[in-house]
């Protein structure tokens, strides 16, 4: 049998990551404080303290949850689990709209605050950092398999995939011009392949 406490604390943490997010979400990194969190989850700040000393914590505890909660790593395995690094390619693309259109909220967050705000200074360039290795990854696999357009070097083709991984580029098409997943991921994969592949 599970331990009330212990459910009781899960439930309270879980109830402070979806009233950070919310806040972030809707209001931005300003807005945020350990009261305010209080607040939206409906518990005390010192209910807040208790799991979480800072509010670094509480923003990175949530930055990781996100993984969970969105199943990222989950999705970003799909990409690696793919036969050959041209279908790598298309996975990754499918991986970029169905994972960050989930998330592109909070990370528009961190984005914008990335120059006022320590904490989402922090996430930013772990993020970042992420997005580089891992279109570093699949550009090396497309070089490995002889696949990588000629024109491109493994450097260029890396930072090239990482800035197609703008917010911008996701918000301006998916939310501006309303475009549908399908059909995002349909051009984008399209826009992709003539760019990273070398011709057949």
């Known amino acids: 049998m599970t331990d009330p406490q212990n459910a009781r604390g899960r439930r309270t943490v879980g109830a402070l990551l979806a009233a950070t997010r ?57 990409v690696w689990d793919t036969p050959d690094a041209v279908s790598g390619l298309r996975e990754w693309v499918a991986h970029l709209v169905r994972s960050h ?17 320590p904490d989402a200074a922090a996430l930013w360039r772990t993020t970042q950092g992420n997005w580089l290795k891992g279109s570093r990854r699949v550009v090396e696999r497309l070089a490995r398999d002889g696949m990588l357009a000629p024109h491109l070097s493994v450097d260029t083709a890396t930072d090239l995939l990482w800035a197609l991984m703008s917010l911008d580029l996701l918000d301006r098409l998916a939310h501006q011009r309303r475009w549908s997943n399908k059909r995002l991921t349909e051009q984008l994969t399209a826009t992709y392949m003539a760019t990273f592949v070398a011709p057949s």
């Not at 939206?40 to 000393?53: M, N, S």
């Not at 989930?102 to 006022?116: D, Y």
């Open 101 to 117: 259109l989930r998330i592109l909220a909070v990370l528009r967050a961190f984005e914008q605050a990335q120059h006022t705000d």
């Open 22 to 78: 919310e806040i972030i979400e809707n209001d931005g990194m300003s807005a945020l404080t350990m009261a305010a969190v209080a607040e939206r989850a409906g518990v005390t700040r010192r209910a807040v303290y208790l799991h979480f000393a800072t509010r670094t914590d509480l923003v990175t505890a949530l930055y990781r949850s996100l993984g969970e909660t969105e199943d990222l790593a989950e999705s970003l395995q799909a």
